[in-house]
C-alpha cells in the first residue's frame, strides 16, 4: 500500500471486469440468486492465470444449455480457452483442472467433451459432485489453474 492507503499495482492484471447484477440475466434463478458483486473472468499475476469458474455462460453473460450438461461443458471449454489466450497463455499451461458436477451420472458426458477440447495437455485432474450452483439452471463448472513457463510457450 502507498501512504495514501492506495493498493500498488503489483503486476497483477484483470480481464474482463464485471457486475454480477449487470452479468446474470434477470429470467436466470430466483431474485434471491441475484446478488451484486464485482469479479473479473481472468486475473494474471505473474506467471499464473487464474479463471473464474466457468459454466454455460458466454463472455457476453449468455446461458447456453439450459438442462443440457454437454451444451454447458462445451461453453465452459470454449471460455477456458479464450480466457486463458486473452491473458497470455495457451491451453497447454493448465495444470490443473477441476469439475464440479451436479449428477454423478453426467461424468460420461462431461469428460468426452472436456478430453475433446483439452487433447494432449495432460494436466492434473479432480471431480467433484455438489449440491448446487450459484444459479439453478447450472449443471456443471470447471475451473483450472494456469502457470505459463515462457511467454509464447506451448511445451509440456
Known amino acids: 500500500m502507498t501512504g495514501l492507503g492506495e493498493v500498488k499495482n503489483s503486476g497483477i492484471k484483470r480481464f474482463r471486469k464485471f457486475k454480477t447484477d449487470q452479468y446474470y440475466p434477470p429470467t436466470l434463478g430466483k431474485p434471491e440468486h441475484h446478488i451484486v458483486n464485482e469479479f473479473s473472468m481472468a486475473v494474471r499475476a505473474g506467471n499464473r492465470i487464474f479463471l473464474r469458474g466457468q459454466t454455460g455462460f458466454d463472455l457476453d453473460g449468455n446461458f447456453h444449455g439450459i438442462g443440457d450438461v454437454v451444451k454447458q461443458a462445451d ?8 480466457l486463458i489466450e486473452e491473458a497470455g497463455g495457451s491451453i497447454n499451461d493448465i495444470c490443473k483442472i477441476t469439475v464440479y458436477l451436479l449428477d454423478r451420472e453426467d461424468r460420461s458426458k462431461v469428460y468426452p467433451v472436456i478430453a475433446k477440447h483439452f487433447k494432449d495437455v495432460y494436466p492434473c485432474s479432480t471431480g467433484l459432485i455438489v449440491s448446487g450452483f450459484a444459479m439453478p439452471e447450472m449443471l456443471m463448472e470447471i475451473d483450472v489453474e494456469v502457470m505459463i513457463i515462457s511467454e509464447g510457450s506451448s511445451e509440456n
Not at 461453453?75 to 479464450?82: D, E, L, S, W
Open 75 to 82: 461453453q465452459a471449454c470454449k471460455c477456458v480457452r479464450q
